[in-house]
Every structure is written in C-alpha cells, then in structure tokens.
C-alpha cells in the first residue's frame, strides 16, 4: 500500500527565508507526486506535480519541489518566503498501478505553514 | 472555468436527520471522490466513482452513501447523521490519467448535534 509522510506538523519562516516543507512517500514502482496547497476556508489547490523527467519541478506561486528517488523524498521548497504563503500544505502521491481507486491519491497529514513577518 | 462546486458550504443538524450534500463538476471528468478532513488525520476518502453507475468504498464509508447517475453530480448521503460525522467535507474530481491532478470543491463544514 502507498503512503505519504510530513513529518512536520508545523513549519515556522521569517518572511523573506527560504523555506522547505517535508515529503517522503513510500509506493511500488515509479510515484507520481503532487503539493497541494489549502488557505484557511477554502478547498486544496493544486501547486505543482512529478511526473517524470527533470527531479526539479516548478510550479504556482514561485514554489518549487525536488524529487529524490533514493530518499523517496519531494520537498517543497520556495526561495523567499511571503506572509500570504502561510496556509497548510499537502503531499499526495499516487502510484503507477493505481485504476481500482479513482483518482488513486493518497494524502500526507498536512503541514501547517507560518511566515511570520 | 473549470469548477467543483459543493453545497452547502455551512450545515448544521440534528442526529439522525437526512441529509444530502451535493458537488457538481463542469470538466466531464470521469473520476469523482468524498473526503472528509479531520484534524491530525489529515484527508481520508469516504467513497468515490470511477463513471456514472460505479461506486465504490474509500477508507471511511461507514454512514455515507453516494450515487453517480450523472457524470457531473456526485452526491454525498448522510441517512442518519451522528456527531462523529462532524468534520469539513471535500468533493474532488480528476480526469483519467495517472498524470491528472484533482480539482477539489471549496468544502462543506458539518455539524452534527
């Protein structure tokens, strides 16, 4: 079965720093993996996604997320943090073999994200 | 432009009164999913469609029902609604494709007294 680690329940960032949110996954063969982004009363929006190719993947609003398929890792990272950045973010992957489950994605538990000015 | 949309988004009521929360999506996907999100447990797939007529089970389907017989309605059911179905719901859709991201609704928060 996939899953979908955050370690982090909370990351803390000074405007301005760059910032990283933590993803490790673990899935049978080659994952595909998607950030999804959710502000305070709204639904997931999504950032950006690994499919294959370049291990850096860019995405909406400057962020960006690396692939490591030795550390089944996919951190988001940005390299300067902004207030309006603070929301909580979301980690999915779906495996190669998915077709029984609809969309197949299975999500992360979420970190909250705080840029404090 | 391309949508999921649920309603309510607010609902509060009464143990064991029906109720029905609807999503609506305009991109013909094929794929359509409930999600309930709780605190520290992050999203868990109540049931989901592959097409219209086919449903299944996700990780938490005990007191949901759905049905799909329109491929942009996908409504969730709740026959008698109990106080730990209290939490925030999301409708999600997705086109076929291992590639394809969800579009997710903008959500539905429940309160069971």
């Known amino acids: 079965a996939q899953s979908v680690a955050q370690p982090e329940d909370q990351v803390n960032v000074a405007e301005g720093n760059p910032l990283t949110v933590k993803c490790t996954y673990s899935v049978s063969g080659n994952p595909y993996l998607f950030w999804y982004v959710q502000y305070p009363n709204r639904g997931l929006q999504f950032l950006l996604k690994y499919i294959t190719g370049d291990n850096l993947v860019k995405g909406s609003y400057g962020f960006e997320a690396e692939f490591n398929k030795s550390q089944t890792s996919f951190h988001l990272k940005k390299p300067s943090a902004l207030v309006s950045d603070s929301a909580l973010y979301f980690c999915?992957?779906?495996?190669?073999?998915?077709?029984?489950?609809?969309?197949?994605?299975?999500f992360g538990k979420g970190t909250h994200l705080i840029i404090q000015p | 432009e391309a949508q999921v949309t649920q309603n309510p988004r607010y609902l509060i009521t009464v143990t064991g009164k029906k109720l029905t929360v609807t999503c609506s999506q305009n991109m013909n996907h094929e794929y359509m999913s409930w999600y309930r999100q709780d605190p520290g447990l992050g999203l868990r797939q109540i049931y989901y469609s592959m097409n219209v007529e086919v449903t299944d089970k996700g990780d938490v389907p005990e007191g949901y029902k759905v049905s799909r017989k329109e491929k942009r309605n996908f409504p969730l059911i709740l026959e008698s609604p109990s106080p730990n179905q209290t939490s925030l719901y999301f409708c999600a859709s997705c086109g076929q494709g291992l590639n394809t991201e969800a579009f997710f609704g903008q959500g539905t928060r429940l309160t069971v007294v």
């Open positions: 999915a992957v779906r495996a190669p073999y998915s077709g029984g489950g609809a969309d197949g994605l299975t």
